[in-house]
Each structure stands twice: as C-alpha cells, then as structure tokens.
C-alpha cells in the first residue's frame, strides 16, 4: 500500500508513456469503486465483479473522490448494482486515452455520451415511449439554450437527479476540459475542437421535469419554462462537473428565486446599476411571472 501511495503517478505515467508495458502496468493500478469502501481494487479484481452481461468496465474521473461518488453519472449505474471505478488525479484522464480495454474488457467513461446500460427489451420499449412523450419539451428547451447544448433527449442513466450534461464519445470529459482550461500554455485551437458539444439528457421521471412538461406543453411560451429550462441547465452544469461560463448570472437567477421564496417583488429592490441585465432577449420588456426578468 505504502509503495503504491508512493509511486502510484509514476505507475500512471508509465501507462501513458510505455506502449510495451502498458499491459503489465495496468494490473498495478488501484482505485476506489462504487464498491471497495474505504480499499481501493485492481482491474482484475473488478473484473471478478462483473455481471454477466456487463459490458465493459465503467469509469467516471473527477476531482475527488467526494466529489464523484454523489455524481448524478453513476445512479443508474449504482441501481443496478455495476461497479464504477473512481479516478481523480489528472494523470487518470491522459492514461486513459491510451489505456483502451484491460482483459478484453473495454473502458467505458460514464460522463460521455453513448453509454450502454445493458437494458432490457421491456426497458427499451418503456424508452421509446417516454421519448415521443417528451419530445415536445426536448425541443423547447432545444430552442431556448440555443447553440449551449447540440441535443435534448430523455435519459435512463440517472435516477434521482432531473438533468446531466454529457459530452461526446471522442472528445473531452468534463474533469478534463477543466484541466485543460487550467494550463498556463494551452493551445486555445485545439481547445476548439476537444471541447465537444453537450449533450443534455433530462430524467423523464423526475417530478421538475414532469411539471416542466405540463407547463411546457400548456403553454410553450411561457416566460417561467424559460427561466427554469436556464436554472435546470445551469445546475446541471455544476452537478455534472463543468465550470459555469457566466457565475455572476447564474447567481442572479438564484436571488431571484429567494426573493420569490420570500414574497419580495422586484420594485423593492434597490437597483444596483452595475449589476448585468437578466434578460438579453428582445422580449426582457414583456410582462409575466414574478421571475420573468431571468433567462
């Protein structure tokens, strides 16, 4: 335990770096699992693990172990008892972009987009379904985002959350695009086309996005769906571990949801004229909910 705590990164980098013993290197990697507890397990001892059908072994990177293990990735996962390996060291992101399967097994890194569940015939078809229910709402909240997501569509991989984002297969993680942003010589053209396009996968089942469903297909143009489509996105963001483009209005959003929560109307504000508009679009000036100030 003591040597692999010691020279773990170089082990690490050894997979990176050596083609020849990547092999041999990688049966002396360890990590913490949605199972281990406090110990950490190899990949052949994950592979002793897996279910039948299992197909692959699933991985999710991140900055801590805190930090992942309530990730919003790994519910669906965690539901139907597949162990997911946690890697939180940056070294983890580059040796696993050389690091392709172990055991014939292949790496499959669950905050990207294409994951297989193993679902049944009855769970496809239950799929489909809630996909035509909820095409409607996938589309306004399309529209509304605009060029911040590249799709909108119903997901079985979370459980108990309403929202992730997800990136493509060949491009980026999130705990990746993060540490490319933190480099101080990055090349800002690669960054151009590593940083794939988003994917926002809705929970179907969840009570926020069942509500937003009835008041979406209500009233398509209602001022509140696009406030909650904004906050649902951007907390989103946050849980699915990128980094918000604009803190200052997401902050702003939130205010406004306190003072609802506190019964305050806008007009007992004091205006703060340093403060960035709401609203950017050309309907700022309509008149609806209490909150119709926020997109």
Known sequence: KK?????SRNI?????????SRAKLADLLQYHSTLSGDDQTTFKDYVTR???DQKGIYYITGESKKAIETSPFIEGLKKKGIEVLFMTEPIDEYAMQQLKEYDSKKFICITK???????????????EEEKKSFENLCTIIKDTLGDKVEKVITSTR????PAVLVTGEQGWSAYMERIMKAQALRDNSMSGYMVSKKTLEINPKH?????LKKKADADKSDKTVKD???LLFETSLLTSGFALDEPSSFASRIHRMIKLGLSIDDDEDVVDEDLPPL??????????SKMEEVD
């Not at 690490?12 to 020849?20: I, L």
């Not at 979370?158 to 959350?161: D, K």
């Not at 609203?279 to 609806?288: F, I, K, L, Q, V």
């Open 207 to 211: 009570p926020i996005i069942k509500e």
């Open 158 to 161: 979370i459980v108990q959350s």
């Open 279 to 288: 609203e950017t679009s050309a309907t700022s000036t309509d008149e609806g």
């Open 50 to 52: 897996m279910k039948p």
């Open 113 to 127: 987009g294409g994951v297989d569940l193993g679902e049944t015939e009855e769970e496809k078809k239950a799929g």
């Open 3 to 7: 040597f692999y705590e010691s020279f």
């Open 228 to 230: 909650l489509i904004w």
């Open 12 to 20: 690490k980098y050894g997979v990176h770096e050596d083609s020849e």
